[in-house]
C-alpha cells in the first residue's frame, strides 16, 4: 500500500500541475471503487477551481473554490496518471483541466474518493480521531511519551496506532526504529522519553529521505508522471532479513507482529 511519503510525493506531484486551474471535465468510468463515488462528485467538481492541494495521514486533499474537498485514497495499488496517452481500463476517474488530463488508476480497487466541505474536515470520521501529522510540529517527544505512559503494547504496534500518529506505515515504523536503536518488541509505556527524544527526529528524518527519494516503489506504486522512488533501495532492515546488519556482524531478523511482518536487529534495537 502507498504510505505517507508516496501519497505526499503524489500530491506534490499533482500541485505543479492543478493548482490554479479550472477542472473542465470531469468523468467517472465506472460506479465505485472501494465504495461508490460521490452522487454528486461530477457536478460540483466540474467548472471548479482548484485552490490548493494538500495531504492528511494518507490521504490526498484537492481542495477548490467551491468550498468542497475532493479526497482520495490509494489503497493498494491507486496511481494518479498524468496526460495518459489513452484511458485504460482500470483509470475510473478523469478530471481534465484546459492543458492536462489526470486519471486515477486502480486496478485492485482499493482506493476511494470523497467529497466534503473544506469547513467540515475535521469532523470527517476518517479524519476526526486521527492523531497529529508525523512531520508537523506537534509530533514531539513529550506528547508521545505521554500518548504511550501505560502502555503495554509493543512500541511497532502502537507507531501504527493512527489515532497516536497518523500515516506511519510498517515500512518507516521499521526503519526508524532501527535508527533509534529500540527493539519494535518493547513495551511502548516503557519507552523513556530520551529514548523518545532520539526517536521522534529520526521519524521525520526517514519520511523525508523517502519524499525527496520519491516513495519506496513497492509493487505497483509509481508518481503521477510514471517515475519510481528510489528509497527502496536504501532500507536498512525493511526487507532484508538474513542480511547483514550495516552496524556490525548480526544479521536482520523478522518476524510476525500484529498480522503484519517487522523486521530489525536484535544485537542493536534493544
Given at each position: 500500500m502507498p504510505e505517507l511519503p508516496e501519497v505526499e510525493t503524489t500530491v506534490r506531484g499533482l500541485a505543479r500541475f492543478l493548482e490554479g486551474e479550472r477542472l473542465e471535465r470531469v468523468t467517472l468510468n465506472r460506479a465505485d471503487l472501494r465504495r461508490p463515488f460521490p452522487e454528486d462528485l461530477v457536478q460540483v467538481m466540474t467548472g471548479a477551481r482548484v485552490t490548493t492541494l494538500a495531504r492528511r495521514a494518507k490521504y490526498g486533499l484537492i481542495n477548490t473554490d467551491r468550498g468542497q474537498?475532493?479526497?482520495?485514497?490509494?489503497?493498494?495499488?491507486?496511481?494518479?496518471?498524468?496526460?495518459?496517452?489513452?484511458?485504460e481500463k482500470h483509470d475510473h476517474l478523469v478530471i481534465e483541466t484546459a492543458d492536462h488530463r489526470f486519471s486515477l488508476c486502480d486496478p485492485r480497487r482499493f482506493g476511494s474518493v470523497d467529497l466534503v466541505a473544506e469547513d467540515a474536515l475535521d469532523l470527517w470520521p476518517q479524519f476526526?480521531?486521527?492523531?497529529?501529522?508525523?512531520?508537523?510540529?506537534?509530533?514531539?517527544?513529550?506528547?508521545?511519551?505521554?500518548?504511550?505512559?501505560?502502555?503495554?503494547?509493543?512500541?511497532k504496534l502502537a507507531l501504527l496506532d493512527q489515532r497516536i500518529v497518523v500515516g506511519l506505515g510498517n515500512i518507516y515504523v521499521c526503519e526508524a526504529l532501527y535508527r533509534a536503536r529500540i527493539s519494535p518488541k518493547r513495551a511502548a509505556g516503557r519507552i523513556s522519553l530520551a529514548?523518545?527524544?532520539?526517536?521522534?527526529?529520526l521519524i521525520k528524518e526517514v519520511l523525508e529521505a523517502s519524499i525527496l527519494d520519491g516513495g519506496s516503489s513497492l509493487r505497483d506504486y509509481a508518481q503521477p508522471d510514471g517515475e519510481l522512488g528510489y528509497f527502496a533501495t536504501r532500507f536498512d532492515v525493511y526487507g532484508r532479513e538474513g542480511e547483514p546488519c550495516k552496524r556490525g556482524d548480526s544479521v536482520i531478523k523478522r518476524f510476525?507482529?500484529?498480522?503484519?511482518?517487522?523486521?530489525y536487529c536484535p544485537a542493536c534495537q534493544r
Amino acid at each position: 500500500m502507498p504510505e505517507l511519503p508516496e501519497v505526499e510525493t503524489t500530491v506534490r506531484g499533482l500541485a505543479r500541475f492543478l493548482e490554479g486551474e479550472r477542472l473542465e471535465r470531469v468523468t467517472l468510468n465506472r460506479a465505485d471503487l472501494r465504495r461508490p463515488f460521490p452522487e454528486d462528485l461530477v457536478q460540483v467538481m466540474t467548472g471548479a477551481r482548484v485552490t490548493t492541494l494538500a495531504r492528511r495521514a494518507k490521504y490526498g486533499l484537492i481542495n477548490t473554490d467551491r468550498g468542497q474537498t475532493m479526497i482520495f485514497h490509494l489503497g493498494m495499488s491507486g496511481r494518479w496518471r498524468i496526460d495518459p496517452e489513452s484511458i485504460e481500463k482500470h483509470d475510473h476517474l478523469v478530471i481534465e483541466t484546459a492543458d492536462h488530463r489526470f486519471s486515477l488508476c486502480d486496478p485492485r480497487r482499493f482506493g476511494s474518493v470523497d467529497l466534503v466541505a473544506e469547513d467540515a474536515l475535521d469532523l470527517w470520521p476518517q479524519f476526526a480521531a486521527m492523531g497529529p501529522e508525523p512531520l508537523g510540529d506537534d509530533l514531539t517527544a513529550g506528547y508521545l511519551h505521554k500518548a504511550l505512559s501505560g502502555r503495554k503494547q509493543a512500541i511497532k504496534l502502537a507507531l501504527l496506532d493512527q489515532r497516536i500518529v497518523v500515516g506511519l506505515g510498517n515500512i518507516y515504523v521499521c526503519e526508524a526504529l532501527y535508527r533509534a536503536r529500540i527493539s519494535p518488541k518493547r513495551a511502548a509505556g516503557r519507552i523513556s522519553l530520551a529514548a523518545l527524544e532520539r526517536l521522534v527526529p529520526l521519524i521525520k528524518e526517514v519520511l523525508e529521505a523517502s519524499i525527496l527519494d520519491g516513495g519506496s516503489s513497492l509493487r505497483d506504486y509509481a508518481q503521477p508522471d510514471g517515475e519510481l522512488g528510489y528509497f527502496a533501495t536504501r532500507f536498512d532492515v525493511y526487507g532484508r532479513e538474513g542480511e547483514p546488519c550495516k552496524r556490525g556482524d548480526s544479521v536482520i531478523k523478522r518476524f510476525a507482529q500484529g498480522g503484519r511482518s517487522t523486521w530489525y536487529c536484535p544485537a542493536c534495537q534493544r
